[in-house]
């Protein structure tokens, strides 16, 4: 067989791409595409041609690779999850939320907030601190930390009900986020405010947000174990 030259090689992977989208677009998850030795035949080129084209239908997420069985038509993608504050996740799971401000001041940004929110060390931002509960019971221990320059006359008056609320009301509210959870124990201050015995363990999150090309927030929340469930759906990529 005749090695095409680079310039061939590139409209042939484009061409055997476009012959697979076509033949799969359509069909049931699950269903074989063409084996890279049928496309080999096919189309007279190398291996590493079709492998090209089929690399860029796994990205593409049309198909799937499953080491030694082949490679198959993928599932569609399903859609993110939306992204909620705490009133909006209370509600739905069918409880009443409310918070007690505990703190909510100007504050100079450290540098693992400034790095968080990209801005410069020193920078001046909102440190807002809650105990969010849900039907009255204590959930959470919340600390917000928000870019002052994005959320100017925040505190010259008086706090908002719903954090998420007010960054839409300035079309900031975020499209995107970030979360970290990690197990520990409660400290002293946790434990009182949440309504435990210190070392009891709790479910710890640190949140980023984004809002267009812009992150927003900084929110690092201490949740109850015994109150506070995490749910995630997973499959294939």
């Known amino acids: 067989m005749v090695r095409p030259v680079e310039g061939e090689r590139s409209l042939k992977h484009v061409q055997i791409r476009e012959y697979v989208r076509e033949l799969v677009v359509g069909e049931s998850p699950g269903a074989s595409a063409p084996s890279e030795r049928e496309l080999v035949q096919k189309f007279s080129v190398a291996r590493a041609t079709v492998r090209q084209a089929l690399d860029a239908l796994v990205a593409d997420g049309l198909l799937v690779r499953i080491p030694g069985r082949g490679t198959f038509v993928a599932r569609p993608p399903r859609a993110a999850s939306p992204v909620l504050g705490f009133t909006e996740e209370m509600a739905r799971r069918g409880m009443q939320a409310s918070s007690e401000t505990l703190l909510l001041g100007r504050e100079k940004a ?69 979360d970290t959870f990690r197990a520990d124990v409660a400290n002293i201050e ?12 709790v479910l710890r999150r640190q949140r980023k947000s984004v809002a267009g090309d812009r992150y927003v927030e900084v929110c690092r929340s201490v949740y109850r174990a015994d109150r506070y469930a995490l749910h995630l759906q997973l499959g294939p990529s």
């Open 110 to 178: 450290g540098p693992s907030i400034a790095r968080a929110l990209a801005i410069e060390e020193g920078a001046a931002v909102i440190h807002w601190r809650r105990l969010r509960r849900g039907d009255g019971v204590p959930i959470c221990v919340e600390d917000v930390y928000l870019d002052e320059m994005i959320v100017p006359g925040l505190l010259e008056r008086a706090a908002p009900s719903s954090l998420y609320a007010e960054l839409a009301s300035r079309r900031l509210r975020p499209s995107w986020v970030d």
């Open 190 to 201: 946790e434990a009182t405010l949440l309504g435990l015995s210190v070392g009891v363990p």
